[in-house]
């Protein structure tokens, strides 16, 4: 989704009196509403349904099941953008760990709305490129760890050297057309078959 393009949104409203407000608000910002619905509502499936680029959640004050209904929504991937009037520290605490990615107290002007909105989704390709990268670092690590226990398992059983132990699985990736860690993996797997 690029930010020059209509903003899908979801709302999800518990203020029913400022909704078409907000809605008017959002329409002038170049965004669709394609979703209203009550924070009581099923929003895990809404999402499903609707397929916003971006969940907006307008409250008087959060509670604790709003937050709990954020936080099975962070999951489905998308960013959530909290307005609300009134909050206080350990609300920001939850919508933090919620997966929130901007919480704005009393800031759903108009004016105000398609640059929060921007630096939301922004700030949450930030995190998801970091969780990837997160995710492919310990990937790595984990195929490195069991390449080390492959060696060290070729060099007690066979009494080669460290790069004789890599040059045999390199060889063997090689001809069976694997990775070096599917290799080691394999080695790993026979020798707890073995113990």
Do not use: W
């Amino acid at each position: 989704m690029e930010l020059e393009e209509t903003l899908k949104v979801m709302l999800v409203d518990g203020r029913p009196a400022q909704s078409s407000e907000l809605t008017t608000g959002l329409e002038a910002a170049g965004c669709r509403v394609v979703q209203h619905t009550a924070p009581t509502g099923d929003l895990e499936r809404a999402v499903n349904e609707c397929a916003p680029d971006v969940i907006i959640v307008d409250l008087e004050s959060p509670d604790h099941d709003a937050f709990d209904g954020m936080r099975r929504l962070g999951d489905e991937q998308r960013p959530i953008v909290m307005f609300v009037d009134e909050s206080d520290r350990d609300s920001i605490r939850h919508a933090v760990h919620a997966g929130v990615a901007a919480y704005v107290v009393k800031g759903s002007a108009a004016e105000r709305v398609r640059p929060v909105l921007e630096v939301a989704i922004e700030r949450f390709r930030k995190h998801q490129a970091l969780e990837e990268e997160l995710r492919q670092v310990k990937s790595t690590l984990a195929e490195r760890k069991q390449i080390e226990r492959a060696k060290g398992l070729l060099m007690e059983k066979r009494g080669i050297s460290e790069n004789e132990a890599f040059s045999l699985m390199r060889k063997m990736a090689m001809s069976r057309n694997l990775k070096l860690h599917e290799v080691a993996q394999r080695i790993v797997d026979m020798a707890d078959l073995l113990t």
